[in-house]
């Protein structure tokens, strides 16, 4: 892969409480923002979130603006890696 050039990144993962009520108007919120993906919806409103970003700014910006998105009830970031080389991640 000659040419390509790799970036580091900071992901975490997060667990988002919603009301269940607004669960899904909270998803889609989140699906907006940048770096930011759902990978499971509980019934009681509970996400499983990641964060992919370039920066540690980026990723605390990006946690804000999780916690108060409305319908938001917590957030908890559960872990967080610094990854210098994504491409050769284990």
Do not use: C, W
């Not at 009301?19 to 930011?36: C, D, F």
């Not at 499971?40 to 970003?53: K, P, S």
């Amino acid at each position: 892969m000659s040419g390509l050039r790799s970036e580091a990144v900071n992901i975490s993962s997060l667990i988002v409480g919603a009301h269940p009520s607004q669960s899904a108007a909270v998803k889609n919120e989140l699906e907006i923002l940048s770096g930011v993906e759902v990978h499971a919806v509980a019934d009681d409103g509970r996400m499983v979130v990641t964060i992919e970003a370039d920066s540690d700014e980026t990723t605390v910006q990006t946690f804000e603006t999780i916690r108060q998105l409305p319908g938001v009830l917590s957030a908890a970031m559960v872990y967080h890696q610094y990854e210098t080389d994504p491409d050769e991640e284990a």
